[in-house]
């Protein structure tokens, strides 16, 4: 029992005593016992510096003070770790930038700011990153937040991180525990890459660059992300693998010039436990955002593996996860990367899963989705436009990609897919636009592929179109329509294998060599017509509409999966559902609310035609005489005077007011005589004072 409470006490005291620490412009230098003397400031106050004393409850004026105290440091130590506590919040004021790493990169003394403080660390520009912040607990998570982190969606309320000088990364969460990070803008202030095209100096003098934004190992867990936005660094937006209870929502990555995440950190690991990516957005991976900004698409030196470059949006290590990752993403994009969108393909072992639903994928230059085997792939858009940066896009810097050539790379296929012995791989309820060689390849994964093997292919929508200049293929070209379906030799056999389903899909303009239904590979209930989809044309770059159009064959024509529920747009999908990413969308429904007034009263303000659901709001007139009032499943607000409800259906209200008495109505009637009266006899007044007027200016004497 005696540890129990202690443990108690430990857990009540960190909950009671954690602290909120600020950094604003306005702030003062920060006060220590054993960094550089005359500290201005505590941090432990939103409140400026007010101009005189030491040790003030105040901001920091630098966000660097969290875990720099300003004395000489090389290394991680006294002077150069969190101030913070696991469990504390670090509330950021930074509209413009917060600067982490050197001042300055023309020497090592860049370590040091204007107010004589280490802000850095000497010698090491590159190490000089934000190091691990404290892991939290389970009750008490640290966070590092933007002052707007409530809403914070607007990359304009975001707080303005900077890296600079060499630093790698701008903030290192390796091995922490129980850490949020939210509402940043993580950037640095330089137009240069640390690939093949306009280089950065990495020695004195330093161009003004970071490598990477943020870092993690398969020993950060229980961590989140949130509304978060790295871009234009000088090679990857995020670099590493994840542990356990990962979870990123509302990130962007764009227009980083290697990759946008690179899971792979080159220790030979990947990642282990959950990760879950909401509302993920890596673009234009493989280019560098302009710095300053000028063009409207700002990315540019885009370069290839042809060009000594990288470009996966998202991509894992060629490793064997033990224990298993589970990684989960949803309404999700990758787009215009220059080499994969989502390459996942080596997300396997042990029981590891991945699962992709809802998202869009398209304009990337080599295959849009990468997935291995046990992975499930639900209510996806994805587009095979992998010539997309061949194209001039209209607001992108002139020659952005000059050095680009390994366009459509992998033979020319927009879809990978791996399956394996033991469970099966799900592909199902997708929307799918190739005018490659071949829309979907599947292989087989890391482990063994016999009869074992199984994949639930329904309800999904290929639509071909040919292989030709005019869809953005230059030089040779088949002029043939898409391949729909490519079986490697070692899965030859896959649709005849026990548990594998190939049924209720819909194909259409498929190429010549192929039929529809695939009766060698036993195709049940194909649909073999066009879907009538909204936007049946091929984008050379970008995404159309691919909604489902009334009267479209597609619609329940599909068969139902237990674990699909809704459509792409969040749609219930009802038995039997449609085939391919979207439900049709009914038209909106509205209804007519009319009102009926019986005596001396009205509610008629309420009176119109009304959407499914909306509220309506009778306010009455002479309520003080309303007797009842009921219909349309509205409700009277007592003291109010106002009849609301929700429109549900058209429907009608009735309104019942007293009727007026007899000698309430004579007394009105009289009422209304008298004023008649005063107001005769008062216009009579005034005629007989304008008659006497003229009559006595008349009789004026003449001069």
Known sequence: MKPF??????????????????????????????????GQCDGLADVPYPGTGTNQHCAFSDFRMLFSDGAYATAAGPHWSWVIAGGDTVILDCPNSCRVGYENGATSNGSVNAQGYAVALAGNPYGSGAPPPPSGTASQHTRILGRNYASCQDDSLKAAINGGFGVNPVIALNGVAYVDLACLNISDKSDCTRGSQNQCKTSYPLDDYATSGISTSNTTTNTTLTDIRIHGMAANGMI?????????????????????????AGNGQTGTGNLTLDHFQVLWSGCEEEYPIVDTVPYHWCTDQNSGGYGDGLGTATATSNPAWHVTITNSVAAYNTQDGFDLLHLEGNGSTLTVTGSQMYSNMGQQLKVGSQSASYNNLIVGNCNALRQAIPGTPTGYNTSLSLFCRAADTSIALAVADGAPTYFAFNTMYSAGLTNLQITCGAATCTSASSLIYEDNIFLGFQNSAANGYPGSVTNDYSNPIYLD??????????GTKYDHNSTWHWKSNWACPQAKWNEQAALCVDPQLKDETWHNYGIGDMTVLAGSPVIAAGVAIAQVTTDYAGTLRPTPPAIGAYELVPPPVSYMVIVNNIGSGSADNCRGTYAAGQPFNCVLTNSAQLISISGCGGSLAVGSGTYSGTATASCSITAQYAWLDVATVQAQQSLFWVRILVILLLLLVLAVFGLWWFKWRDRKPKA
């Open 240 to 264: 590493g693998a994840t542990g356990d209870g990962v979870a990123l929502q509302r990130v962007v990555l764009a227009g980083n010039p290697s990759s946008g995440w690179n899971m792979d």
């Open 5 to 38: 409470l202690l443990a108690l006490l430990i857990v009540s005291q960190t909950t009671l005593h954690a602290a909120t620490w600020y950094v604003r412009a306005d702030g003062g230098t920060r006060y220590s016992t054993t960094g550089k003397a005359g």
């Open 489 to 498: 030799p070692g899965v030859s056999t896959l649709f005849s294998n026990p």
